[in-house]
């Protein structure tokens, strides 16, 4: 629920970047007569294209990061209800949970690997519904807090793949699942191209791929992955 | 007190001015160095785990074999008590001589005797020598604190018995690296299979090695284990922000994906001491004069010594976008320009090489073809850049005709160390790749 509209937002940001209502005019082609009417919310929010057009000029007029940048255009778009493709939402919501974590000083790295790993469901949780987001290294965990949290039904998402959270991920369980693959004098299964698509998911395709082939099948396992909440 | 290894970015661009109200390319080299923490002089090293790996099959009688036998004593005579050496050789059959030796007088004594009465005999099982030796070290890190060893595999023949296919063993490969065990590999003479070999060192982590002489054996073998001493950080992640709009190709060899506007690039192992070199290309649309375009990197990756994710602060590297006239074609940065263009030949000859050996041909020239406009136009300001598009056009017509023997054992091995930065561990000058064409 928004608690304010396009217009007083508009208004309140030029003002933070010391930007006046003249000069934001002329970067963006408008009247300044017409933008003053939208700051007052007497006109409604303009279309989708003067929007954008709003937002790079502001970007352009102040010091902000990437993701800074990202927010506001976004911002503006949602208040003005040009948000409304299903993609552009979820990737909204994406945006808007990194910007969660970002706020959190949790380092950039991180954050994507908890994009991908994040289920929707669970950002709409958080971002929407207020539901609280702890953030903790995987080395400060206990196993007992995270008993603590199944049992009340937490959900737990681990940023460390791979790591002392997976016990079944040892070398030796590996080497013993394939031990008969070397050791065996049964003839070989077809050539296959594996792509790794979680802790235990794979894609196979047999016979040979182009490069591109095995870089969109890479996207496609990875995004296999965050599917499977990994 | 344990050594701390900090991973740093360094970004140098051939030009940070972009005109504005045009689209334009700029080509970006990164470095990413791994350097000690303030805690060096305390340091000890980690224990070694390391699991030699040797082919016996018949083509290696005679001196290849003594010679691999000469390395393998070597090496256990530089190994410290802490120190751990198994020992797998094949043939049809794999034999497990030792597992986990501690290199004290007796288990030195061991290894001798072992070694020794190593003989050649019947054809070449690869995939299960190289998975025994595996299993050696899994052994160890199950039973000890250790949470990662090497197998270093040398062979002269390409595998015919057990898993052969060079993707499966690549698959194999990968998954162990990522339970922290990493593969080397050493190619002995003009028979081996560089896409076996070189399968399980990508997927493995670790490096691919060409030699020749019995002298080429036991240097490499002893540099090798110099290289695993020098292990720095593992899963290595590069991220890279990019600013909206900007398109970037990334011109070496690495696995890539992106999401939205995150770029994640995996360079496996870093080395101390030695830059990884990361050559990218930028295609930057059209904007305003005054825009600053910036470009957010940072590293993640984990620890040799306590296996957990460590995480670099952000570096930022930006363009900047100014009015088309104040932008000139000549203040490009030579120096960056020629290095871009030396990766990217290396990286286009090691990819064309194995497309080669595939038996892939016509692929292989294809992928010349698809870049000859491209890199042209990137190295059109350097002063040999008519010489660098005739040895582009050169290695297009070589790969495009059946090559084998030793002269592409080299220069695939060479132009991979090129593309990686990795050393050359032969005690003599290999020159380049490109003398092979």
Redesign the interface.
């Known amino acids: 629920m928004k608690n304010r509209g396009f217009g007083h937002y508009l208004r309140d940001t030029r003002k933070k970047f010391s930007l006046s209502l003249r000069k934001l005019a002329n970067l963006t082609d408008l009247d300044p007569a017409y933008l003053s009417r939208v700051e007052r919310e007497m006109s409604p929010a303009p279309r989708r294209e003067i929007v954008a057009k709003i937002a790079d000029a502001l970007c ?1 007029c102040a010091e902000l ?2 993701a800074e ?2 927010r506001l255009r976004r911002e503006l778009l949602d208040l003005s209800g040009h948000l409304s493709n299903e993609d552009e939402l979820i ?1 909204d919501l ?2 808007r949970f990194a910007d969660r974590l970002r706020d959190m000083n949790i ?4 954050v ?1 690997e908890a ?2 790993k994040v289920p929707l469901d669970e950002m709409r949780k958080v971002m929407l519904d207020g539901e609280p987001l702890k953030v903790k290294m ?2 400060e965990v206990t196993h007992e807090e995270l008993d603590a949290c199944s049992s009340v039904g937490e959900e737990v998402i681990a940023l ?1 793949p ?2 002392s959270l997976t016990s079944h ?4 369980d ?2 013993k699942q ?2 008969g ?3 065996s004098d049964k003839p ?1 299964v077809k ?4 792509f ?1 698509a979680g802790l235990s998911a794979y894609i196979e395709v047999e016979g ?1 791929l ?1 490069s591109s082939q095995q ?1 969109q099948l ?2 496609i396992a ?1 995004l296999i992955r965050s599917i499977l909440e990994e | 007190m344990k050594k701390e290894k900090i991973l740093k970015i360094e970004t140098n661009w051939d030009n940070v001015l972009v005109p504005a109200l045009r689209r334009c390319q700029r080509s970006l080299l990164i470095e990413v160095n791994a350097q000690s923490g303030t805690h060096e002089e305390l340091d000890e090293s980690s224990p070694i785990n390391l699991a030699l790996v040797i082919d016996r099959s018949g083509s290696m009688h005679g001196r290849r074999l003594e010679a691999a036998k000469t390395a393998a004593l070597g090496i256990s005579k530089r190994l410290g008590v802490l120190d751990r050496l198994s020992l797998v050789s094949f043939d049809h059959e794999v034999t497990r001589h030792f597992a986990n030796l501690a290199m004290n007088p007796e288990g030195l004594e061991q290894a001798q005797t072992t070694l020794m009465d190593l003989h050649p005999r019947g054809s070449t099982n690869l995939g299960g020598g190289w998975f025994e030796g595996a299993a050696c070290i899994a052994e160890r890190i199950d039973r000890s604190d250790l949470n990662e060893g090497h197998v270093l595999l040398l062979s002269d023949g390409m595998a015919n018995k057990g898993v052969t296919n060079p993707d499966l063993l690549r698959n194999h490969a990968e998954e162990l690296a990522l339970r922290g065990i990493q593969t080397s590999t050493i190619g002995i003479g003009e028979n081996y299979s560089p896409l076996q070999l070189d399968a399980l060192a990508q997927g493995g982590q670790g490096r691919l090695h060409d030699t020749e002489t019995s002298n080429d054996i036991i240097d490499v073998v002893l540099g090798e284990l110099g290289e695993i001493r020098k292990k720095a950080a593992q899963d290595v992640q590069l991220i890279v922000k990019i600013p909206e709009g900007v398109k970037l190709e990334i011109l070496t060899e690495v696995p890539v994906s992106q999401i939205g506007d995150l770029l994640q690039i995996s360079l496996g192992t870093v080395l101390e001491g030695r830059k990884r070199p990361i050559a990218i290309l930028a295609e930057i649309p059209s904007y305003a004069g005054g825009e600053i375009l910036p470009f957010e990197m940072s590293l993640t990756w984990r620890d040799v010594e306590s296996g957990k994710k460590c995480c670099s602060d952000p570096l930022q590297s930006k363009l900047m976008v100014v009015p088309s006239a104040e932008v000139f074609e000549e203040d490009r940065d030579i120096g960056v320009v020629g290095q871009i263009a030396d990766l990217w030949e290396a990286t286009l000859a090691y990819r064309a090489m194995l497309f080669n050996e595939r038996g892939n041909l016509e692929g292989a020239s294809n992928l010349y073809q698809e870049i000859l406009f491209k890199f042209s136009k990137l190295v059109s300001i350097l002063p040999d850049s008519n010489f660098r598009i005739q040895r582009l056009e050169r290695a297009q017509s070589k790969v495009a005709r059946h090559w084998s023997g030793r002269s592409k054992r080299e220069a695939l091995a060479i132009s991979k160390k090129q593309m990686l930065n990795e050393l050359d561990l032969r005690k003599r000058d290999m020159g380049k790749w490109h003398d092979r064409l």
């Open positions: 352009q990061s990437p940048k990202g990737d994406s945006h380092p950039e790295s991180y994507l994009v991908k995987a080395d460390q791979e790591d991920n040892s070398p030796s590996y080497i394939h031990y693959e070397f050791n070989q050539p296959r191209e594996r790794r040979k182009s870089e890479r996207s990875m």
